[in-house]
């Protein structure tokens, strides 16, 4: 029988379909070229070496010498840096200029690579020059939330396949995060604990569902997961913002994320994923009840009008078989 | 420069971004086969005459003879129409049977159409059977919300091609309806109005972004659309329930979505898109503050990592230009 689960921290329901459910093989992506495949470097590229544009850089590791990872500003921003924040409220109509960061973090020289084919340092690395253009943009009192999130493949809305990740500084916190905000604090008043805590204290005994753990964090596939092999990474930890992680933290997660997104890559041949580190509001930390983590979402199913209508997903794939399969897969191979 | 504009009814915000802004032009489907170029009938297509399974049956219409259109159970249900409905809330586990209803209403007979090509009649007979479905679903105690869609073309995640459209019954209220209904009654509180009424009035004023308007609905891309084109279709008159809509403003609204779909299918070359009917809960009518109404959403961008992590939009064409260019488009062509 078909089952509805409610992930306790959003709140959201998943149907969980019997009748039209996969086992993990069959989300082995088809025959096609994988990032391996590409050339390593490619002359139209513009995130290749020797394609650099000077004016858009904002930072480079190492500093001199050929780059291993650089951050650049987005060439075709969403929002603008220059600016005043204004809001303009005028009945139905609400507004606020679109002043903020759009930033690109190109991970490698390489053309051909991704985090599942990078070392483990390369990974940590993009962590951590992460966290200085965090700590940086964190600075502008303008700015009250920001994302950071990759684009793997097509289907997951890249349109260059250099690797890189991105981030976003808003001039506000979105509508979501508020929510989830609301829903944290909630728990909290309730039972006096921080939600994810709760629940990674449960993922790791009952244990069927974790993917992979290290040091300091586990990687798991949430009880109520909202699409196939949609991994949640929570820090042991309990820590609101990305921004507070030590070194040590982000070296160790580096490792776990190399690995878990190698076991996507050899266990279901490269899919297109995205993912999100989740970290508090800047001006409104929460540092009781929220609590930072990455989500990694492998785009093997699409959503649709139910998804649209609802907000809620169905998955096809059983959280627990898909943990089970993941956890099989060699990572070294 | 960049705007961020919020949704007043729904709270979400929107970057409506500049540097990556398009024309609607840009928004044309790039050749391909268009609905009309697909055989009138499909040897191979469960929905064609003639491969019609009658143990999945509900109803069709007329009774007797050819049909012209057919309700049927979904061949993969996501939830199960036996069984009782059960909540097992044990610790972070909160899990309800997955009972419910998932029909499919085959539009028409014919492989090739879709409702830009049908009859005004035909898009109002697709109402009113989902009215007849619809109310007797709600006579169903289990059964809290239903949430009725349709996904026309790959991109919006169709399965199979011949024109259908669809509807789930669900044991709970998803929780972004229950978000949406919890700000809609907060407006209600502080003001003495419906959200919704209040942006009808508005955009019939400004009217530069309505795309079509008739006796009883207005059609028209809201302030802080989503995506491009994002569409939503208002009854003028208050009413929370689509099943309360009478048969006269069905016969209106299936004339009118024609026009707009037609709009769509002539003016972007037949794009794919989802639709949704959104309408409140079966128990909580919100009579004086929940508004129903239809959204269409074509799906000529793709969201990313950026929309998973914000749950935000960037929307790349302004609701303005974008509802000046369908109004021009001569959907009679």
Redesign the interface.
């Known amino acids: 029988?078909?089952?509805?689960?409610?992930n306790?921290a959003?709140?959201?329901?998943v149907?969980?379909?019997?009748?039209?459910a996969r086992r993990p093989e069959e989300f082995v992506q088809p025959q096609r070229p994988l990032t391996e495949d590409r050339p390593e470097l490619e002359e139209s590229c513009p995130f290749c070496p020797g394609n650099e544009e000077p004016e858009l850089e904002v930072m480079r590791i190492p500093e001199r010498g050929p780059w291993q990872l650089r951050v650049v500003h987005n060439k075709?921003?969403?929002?603008?840096i220059e600016?005043e924040r204004m809001r303009t409220f005028e009945?139905?109509?609400?507004?606020?200029?679109?002043v903020g960061y759009h930033e690109v973090l190109v991970e490698s020289p390489l053309h051909n690579t991704c985090p599942a084919l990078e070392s483990a340092i390369e990974v940590s690395l993009m962590l951590e020059a992460f966290k200085i253009r965090g700590r940086e943009i964190a600075q502008d009192p303008r700015i009250e939330?920001i994302?950071?999130?990759?684009?793997h493949g097509d289907?997951?809305?890249?349109s260059l396949v250099h690797p890189h990740t991105?981030l976003?500084g808003?001039?506000?916190v979105?509508?979501?995060?508020r929510?989830r905000t609301e829903e944290a604090r909630r728990y909290f008043d309730d039972t006096g604990r921080c939600v994810l805590c709760?629940?990674l204290s449960?993922e790791l005994q009952e244990y069927q569902r974790v993917v992979a753990k290290s040091k300091y964090f586990v990687a798991f596939i949430p009880?109520?997961a909202l699409s196939p092999f949609h991994i949640w990474v929570l820090p042991r930890r309990h820590e609101s913002s990305f921004l507070n992680a030590s070194a040590h933290e982000l070296a160790d997660l580096g490792n776990l994320m190399r690995q878990v997104l190698r076991k996507l890559y050899v266990g279901l041949r490269d899919p297109d994923y995205?993912?999100?580190?989740?970290s508090a509001p800047l001006h409104d930390l929460g540092t009781e009840y929220l609590h930072w983590y990455v989500?990694i979402?492998p785009r093997v199913t699409?959503?649709?009008?139910?998804e649209?209508?609802?907000?809620?997903f169905?998955n096809v794939a059983w959280p627990e078989m898909s943990a089970a399969f993941l956890r099989e897969v060699d990572e070294a191979a």
Do not use: C
């Open positions: 029988m078909p089952e509805l689960r409610q306790i959003t709140k959201e329901w149907i969980l379909a019997t009748e039209r075709y921003p969403a929002l603008q600016g009945g139905v109509h609400r507004q606020i200029t679109g939330q994302i950071y999130f990759k684009n289907r997951a809305g890249t991105q976003i808003l001039p506000i979105p509508y979501s995060i929510a709760h629940m449960d009880y109520a995205n993912y999100v580190i989740r989500t979402v699409r959503s649709a009008g139910f649209l209508g609802s907000g809620m169905i």
